[in-house]
């Protein structure tokens, strides 16, 4: 188990999505710029004590939402998050709602996901470290006690929200057209995003438990009658629901015992292999093309 700052272990991280860049709840201990073999993560990851444990915590768009959803370096944030011994995340997001029963307002805990994304890189097993070829169980991406805790923080509060949905993760920046829209509906999908994925089934690849607890701000095209989706829309309705969603993140840190342990689904000498590869450093990172990451702050 690796240990940080004193000798505390970090085994929880939390990802969070638009709207939601800080914990103010929770004392720093440390920020830290990781680099990875995969480039420069998303931003600074901040540990932190939220409740008695010390978490990992990462803004997915970055500082000030510099990212959108289709280019935030998804291998790279789960990487750091492993390396710095993360063994479940709990993630926040927004998302849009594309049936009754999943109306604006409305907490969801994700438990399928339907893939609508194109291009973004979803695996560390390229074939271009010896692991062997492996294939991930996917069936159940989201991990389930992971989801409970969230479900115990949701159920204490009094907070609207279905204990299950499938997200279709589309491409983005833009939202989806009517077609599209009924379309998802029609193949089964609740809800709507656009960065659940390939978040779960990288920290999958990597032994790492995933839960997500999605926040409806909108009904996508506008399915009830409502105007359809803008970002303003999202961004205006997750201002008013932050304390919730930071109030849930934070109950559901700290029910989560010393004992937990994520779902296995990969050979751990596979994983092995994928963590123990060097970091090449900013330099190197400028050659991939991407930005170097801030400076290292304590
Ligand atoms: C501002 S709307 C689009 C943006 O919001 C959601 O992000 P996140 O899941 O990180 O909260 C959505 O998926 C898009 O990235
Ligand atoms: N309607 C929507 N479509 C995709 N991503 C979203 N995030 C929040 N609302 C969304």
């Not at 939390?14 to 103010?24: N, Q």
């Not at 492996?134 to 989201?142: K, M, Q």
């Not at 989560?256 to 450093?281: C, T």
């Amino acid at each position: 188990m690796k240990q940080h700052e004193g000798g505390r272990q970090v085994r929880i991280g939390i990802i969070t999505g638009s709207g939601t860049e800080r914990l103010p709840g929770a004392q720093v201990l440390a920020t830290m710029t990781p680099d990875t073999p995969y480039g420069p993560t998303s931003g600074p990851i901040t540990l932190a004590e939220v409740s008695g444990r010390t978490v990992a915590f990462l803004a997915r768009h970055g500082a000030g939402h510099s990212l959108p959803p289709q280019q935030i370096n998804y291998r790279a944030n789960l990487w750091a998050l492993k390396s710095l011994g993360v063994e479940g995340i709990i993630s926040s997001s927004a998302v849009g709602g594309l049936r009754p029963g999943y109306a604006p307002e409305t907490f969801v805990l994700t438990n399928q996901l339907i893939d609508r994304s194109t291009g973004r890189i979803d695996t560390y097993f390229d074939g271009s470290r010896p692991t062997g070829v492996r294939h991930l169980p996917a069936s159940d991406p989201f991990c389930s006690t992971l989801r409970r805790h969230l479900q115990q923080a949701l159920t204490a509060r009094g907070l609207p929200f279905q204990a299950q949905g499938t997200v279709v993760v589309i491409n983005g920046p833009r939202f989806s057209t009517r077609a599209e829209s009924a379309w998802y509906v029609s193949g089964g999908a609740d809800i709507i995003s656009m960065t659940q994925y390939p978040e779960p089934v990288l920290a999958a690849e990597l032994n790492m438990g995933f839960a997500n607890l999605a926040y409806v701000t909108d009904s996508d095209t506008g399915h009830d009658g409502s105007a359809p989706v803008t970002a303003e829309a999202v961004f205006g309705r997750l201002k008013a629901a932050q304390p919730h969603i930071l109030a849930v993140l934070e109950a559901a840190v700290s029910t989560l015992d010393e004992g937990y342990r994520a779902p296995q689904l990969m050979d751990p000498e596979a994983v092995r292999i994928i963590m123990d590869q060097p970091v090449p450093g900013p330099s190197a990172n400028a050659a991939l093309g991407f930005e170097p990451a801030p400076a290292v702050s304590r």
